[in-house]
T-cell receptor, first 111, second 112 residues
Framework: EDQVTQSPEALRLQEGESSSLNCSYTVSGLRGLFWYRQDPGKGPEFLFT???AGEEKEKERLKATLTKKESFLHITAPKPEDSATYLCAVDRVQGAQKLVFGQGTRLTINP | NAGVTQTPKFRVLKTGQSMTLLCAQDMNHEYMYWYRQDPGMGLRLIHY???????AKGEVPDGYNVSRLKKQNFLLGLESAAPSQTSVYFCASTGQPFYEQYFGPGTRLTVT
């Protein structure tokens, strides 16, 4: 059974304080690992897709990395507008895309 | 482009009532999905469709039915609502298996 576990559940940082969010996964054949951002009362918004171990992608203050067992979302010098819940999901290689999501990390950046 | 839209945004039902949630996308996507999101549980797949006229079960399909009569629309039905179906429901779509899913704004459903 495919599983995704995110840690920590919640994280509070001061503005400018860099940190990382973790996404551990087990899947029989990874087709892609996805990171989404979700603001309160809204639908998830796509950030990154990673396809193979060693791959990295960056967008503004965010960088996502992937190993064979986990992915990290690194946040460098965050701002209050980076406050959101960050979701990780995996898709296995067979058949139609069916994402399995973790429970999310709720990130709060204090000014 | 409106992207993915969902109707209604909010709904309150009594136990045993029925309703249909509508999802529409204007991106000509083949794949469409219905999820539910509950506190501490993450997003869970209810049903999905790989093209017009097709549907398949996801992780938590019991108590729900779906239809995809038109490529741009994906309907989620609750025939006899139960309090356990109180949740936030999200629709999503994608064009290819490798690509990201685009999500709608959600429907908050309360069953009393």
């Amino acid at each position: 059974e495919d599983q995704v576990t995110q840690s920590p559940e919640a994280l509070r940082l001061q503005e400018g304080e860099s940190s990382s969010l973790n996404c551990s996964y087990t899947v029989s054949g990874l087709r892609g690992l996805f990171w989404y951002r979700q603001d309160p009362g809204k639908g998830p918004e796509f950030l990154f897709t990673l396809y193979s171990a060693g791959e990295e992608k960056e967008k503004e203050r965010l960088k996502a990395t992937l190993t064979k067992k986990e992915s990290f979302l690194h946040i460098t010098a965050p701002k209050p507008e980076d406050s959101a819940t960050y979701l990780c999901a995996v898709d296995r290689v067979q058949g139609a895309q069916k994402l399995v999501f973790g429970q999310g990390t709720r990130l709060t950046i204090n000014p | 482009n409106a992207g993915v839209t969902q109707t209604p945004k909010f709904r309150v039902l009594k136990t045993g009532q029925s309703m249909t949630l509508l999802c529409a996308q204007d991106m000509n996507h083949e794949y469409m999905y219905w999820y539910r999101q509950d506190p501490g549980m993450g997003l869970r797949l209810i049903h999905y469709s790989v093209g017009e006229g097709t549907t398949a079960k996801g992780e938590v399909p019991d108590g729900y039915n779906v239809s995809r009569l038109k490529k741009q629309n994906f309907l989620l039905g609750l025939e006899s609502a139960a309090p356990s179906q109180t949740s936030v429901y999200f629709c999503a779509s994608t064009g290819q298996p490798f690509y990201e899913q685009y999500f709608g704004p959600g429907t908050r459903l309360t069953v009393t």
